[in-house]
């Protein structure tokens, strides 16, 4: 039998973490339980601070069009029915269902009551230090349907 030998690289596997969403989920209920609600908020602060500082740095630099590039296409990786509207001191993102969400319930796995914080409080600490705020005008916590709103908060 000949040995066969298959190279691929990260770049060309299809983008797939899906069940990540289920593993956080778990560890913020963790934390929920045992630490409370601000543990949970602390946390996605100090991690979306930190992983987000690129993202941070381009709407510092470039404004609400840094954050639709990148939301397009976080939404397009993960399959999510998504609209929105940029205007110059404006961006609104509709979401029709949180393509997490709905891969955790169509899984089984139990969504952490305060999932919701992984876009409000993200959101949030991606703005903070920028001319730009966000806030999290409606979200549904059985599919994750949002509306999500950053604004130019300061000149």
Known sequence: MVKQVMRRAAGDNEYLHQDFHGALSAGLEYLHEKYGEEAVRRYLWQFARTFYAPLTEAVERRGLVALEEHFREVYSLEGG?????????????????????????????????????????????????????AELLQYDDETGRSIQRFYRSRS
């Open 81 to 133: 029915e998504v609209r929105f509207v940029l205007s110059e001191d404006e961006l609104r993102i509709e979401v029709d269902a949180c393509p997490a969400v709905t891969h955790m319930r169509r899984r089984g796995y139990p969504v952490a009551r305060l999932y919701r914080e992984t876009t409000e409080t993200v959101n949030r600490a991606i703005c903070h230090q920028t001319p730009f705020a």
